[in-house]
């Protein structure tokens, strides 16, 4: 099973202010989805990742107009570290992998065919 992920970072947090700079985002609303090889099963997490702004300089700072999705998921993956990003994407293969093969499945009694009415009821 090979799944691909894709990441949906495009709502973000900005300061409207930041010393010199404007719009300056500093928290990401992020979104992590997996899909099997297949293209039927996918699984997603979701979450939020603060960026540090602490150190941001003329030479590094991206205006707002400017960012890219990819800019984002950039830095949201660098924030994180890899040993984090590799958990999500765990998490999301295990999600995949109950979908699959499920441990558990939740079921209506009389839900299957016709309803059948108790002796109390017929």
Not at 103 to 122: D, R, W, Y
């Given at each position: ?17 930041q010393d010199t700079f404007s719009d300056v985002v500093y928290n990401v609303h992020w979104r992590l989805t997996g ?14 990742q603060t960026i540090s702004v602490e150190t941001i300089d003329a030479e590094t700072f991206v205006a707002f107009e ?57």
């Open positions: 099973m090979a799944n691909t992920y894709s990441w949906d970072c495009k709502t973000v947090d900005t300061y409207p202010t899909t099997d090889d297949t293209g039927e099963h996918s699984a997603t997490v979701i979450g939020t400017s960012l890219t999705h990819d800019d984002v998921v950039g830095w949201v993956e660098t924030e994180m570290g890899e040993e984090r990003v590799a958990e999500l994407k765990s998490s999301v293969d295990s999600q995949i992998a109950d979908k699959l093969a499920p441990k558990s499945v939740t079921k209506t009694i009389g839900s299957v065919g016709e309803f059948m009415p108790s002796s109390e009821e017929a």
